[in-house]
């Protein structure tokens, strides 16, 4: 079965210091993986998507994530937090389960950014 | 490009009415899928739609329901209100759905409140 893990509900970083928000999926072959983050009373925008092209994925918001078979991991790094990056950031996987199709989603992590 | 567009943005009913939420997908968009986010449970999926066809559906009850049309816009439609169906309603489309390598882009969401 296909599933995701976020594996912080919550991480606080000082502003300028390095973000790492931390995802482990299961999957049996490669997957389709996606970050989205989330302000407050605002929809899920794409941060980025890996579909097996490069390992190393960057987005938007100089956000990266890099896919580590080996590990199950999609990690989503930052070098230098700004405080505008405080919000919820939600991990997603695009599953095909034997011809159930589903998006599958992390239960979240709530970055804070401290001045 | 337009992105997704959800009409209304907030909305406020009482128990026992029932309301209708208006998704307008990206063009060329034929997956919609619908998601119901509160505090407490979170994100959680409604159903997703495909070329006007129901192709997945969550654990919610009867009382919600959806529908696609021709132009891949579509509603969502919950009966007899009850006061835990506020939430933040959010409407995704994507290309070709989930199980796919494409994303989902999201809209705004309508906020709805139950008295």
């Known amino acids: 079965a296909q599933s995701v893990t976020q594996l912080d509900s919550h991480v606080s970083v000082s502003e300028g210091t390095p973000v790492l928000l931390r995802c482990n999926y299961s999957?049996?072959?490669?997957?389709?993986l996606f970050w989205y983050v989330q302000h407050p009373n605002k929809g899920l925008q794409l941060l980025l998507k890996?579909?097996?092209?490069?390992?190393l994925v960057k987005g938007i918001n100089g956000f990266e994530a890099e896919f580590k078979k080996s590990e199950t991991s999609f990690h989503l790094t930052k070098p230098s937090a700004h405080m505008s990056d405080a919000a919820e950031y939600f991990c997603?996987?695009?599953?095909?389960?034997?011809?159930?199709?589903?998006?599958?989603f992390g239960t979240g992590t709530r970055l804070k950014v401290l001045a | 490009k337009a992105g997704v567009t959800q009409t209304p943005r907030y909305l406020i009913k009482t128990r026992g009415q029932q309301v209708t939420l208006s998704c307008s997908p990206i063009?060329?968009?034929?997956?919609v899928s619908w998601y119901q986010q509160t505090p407490g449970q979170g994100l959680q999926f409604l159903f997703e739609?495909?070329?006007?066809?129901?192709?997945n559906k969550g654990n919610f009850p009867g009382r919600f329901s959806g529908r696609q049309f021709s132009n891949s816009r579509s509603e969502m439609n919950v009966s007899t209100l009850e006061l835990g169906d506020s939430a933040l309603y959010l409407c995704?489309?994507?290309?070709?759905?989930?199980?796919?390598?494409?994303?989902?882009?999201f809209g705004d969401g309508t906020r709805l409140s139950i008295l």
């Open positions: 890996y579909t097996s092209a490069a390992t």
């Open positions: 995704a489309s994507s290309l070709e759905g989930a199980g796919s390598n494409q994303p989902q882009h």
């Open positions: 739609y495909f070329s006007e066809t129901q192709r």
């Open positions: 063009s060329g968009h034929r997956s």
């Open positions: 997603v996987v695009s599953a095909d389960l034997s011809g159930t199709y589903k998006y599958i």
């Open positions: 999957s049996s072959y490669s997957p389709s």
